[in-house]
């Protein structure tokens, strides 16, 4: 089904990128622009028009088709790495104690404790190599 779908959206959008082609530039953008064409009467700009619309929505149709088919078989899954299903343990578990002897916050905190306790240079110093 879903193969089906993808060889039709190429085909509107295939149809699609020739119909704004064949369109008369309005703008004259490059110093090219109007010009007499072999479409360039009026009924054929509303017929481009038309179906440019008509191919637009056939566009969009496809891809939502495309998107929905996509996510149709998908499971929910975990951002965590676990599968969702699993939930959390039973009541009968105790919660982690966080550790006592420190993390990095409590290191980098008696890191700017120490810098701050030592004394400033006398100085302006150039930089040492180490």
């Known amino acids: 089904m879903q193969t089906v779908v993808v060889v039709v959206h190429l085909?509107?959008?295939a149809v699609l990128i020739a119909t704004v082609l064949l369109q008369k530039s309005e703008g004259g953008g490059l110093g090219m622009g109007g010009g007499a064409g072999f479409m360039s009467s009026r009924g054929t700009a509303n017929l481009l028009t038309r179906m440019t619309a008509i191919l637009a929505v056939g566009f969009f149709a496809t891809s939502l088709l495309l998107s929905w088919l996509a996510s149709y078989?998908?499971?929910p899954s975990s951002i965590l790495g676990t599968p969702a299903s699993q939930s959390q343990p039973?009541?009968?578990a105790t919660p982690i104690a966080p550790p006592?002897?420190?993390g990095i916050l409590d290191s980098l905190k008696k890191s700017d404790q120490q810098q701050?306790?030592?004394a400033?240079?006398?100085g302006p110093q150039?930089?040492?190599s180490q």
């Open 90 to 92: 039973a009541g009968g």
């Open 11 to 13: 085909m509107i959008v």
């Open 73 to 75: 078989n998908r499971a």
């Open 120 to 122: 400033p240079p006398p």
């Open 100 to 102: 006592t002897s420190g």
């Open 126 to 128: 150039a930089p040492q």
């Open 116 to 118: 701050q306790n030592q």
